[in-house]
């Protein structure tokens, strides 16, 4: 049996992972957004306006 205080420690055997080995870098919401919108608009849904959305908005909070 060996005396573990002679033996090295497993953490210094593993090596250190950095968060960008696990994880490719974060795309930010407004990236993503702006994809979904390009994507919405290439297969040719029509954006409302602010006017529109504002509208749609209080019908469903049955403001109108």
Same mark, same amino acid.
């Given at each position: 049996?060996?005396?573990?205080?002679?033996?090295?420690?497993?953490?210094?055997?593993?090596?250190?992972?950095?968060?960008?080995?696990? !994880?490719?870098?974060?795309?930010?919401?407004?990236?993503?957004?702006?994809?979904?919108?390009?994507?919405?608009?290439?297969?040719?849904?029509?954006?409302?306006?602010?006017?529109?959305?504002?509208?749609?908005?209080? !019908?469903?909070?049955?403001?109108?």
């Amino acid at each position: 049996m060996t005396n573990l205080a002679q033996t090295q420690p497993i953490v210094s055997t593993v090596t250190r992972l950095q968060s960008s080995d696990i !994880h490719p870098q974060p795309i930010s919401l407004g990236t993503r957004l702006m994809a979904l919108r390009q994507k919405a608009i290439a297969e040719g849904i029509e954006l409302l306006s602010t006017e529109e959305i504002l509208a749609e908005v209080k !019908h469903r909070r049955g403001e109108i």
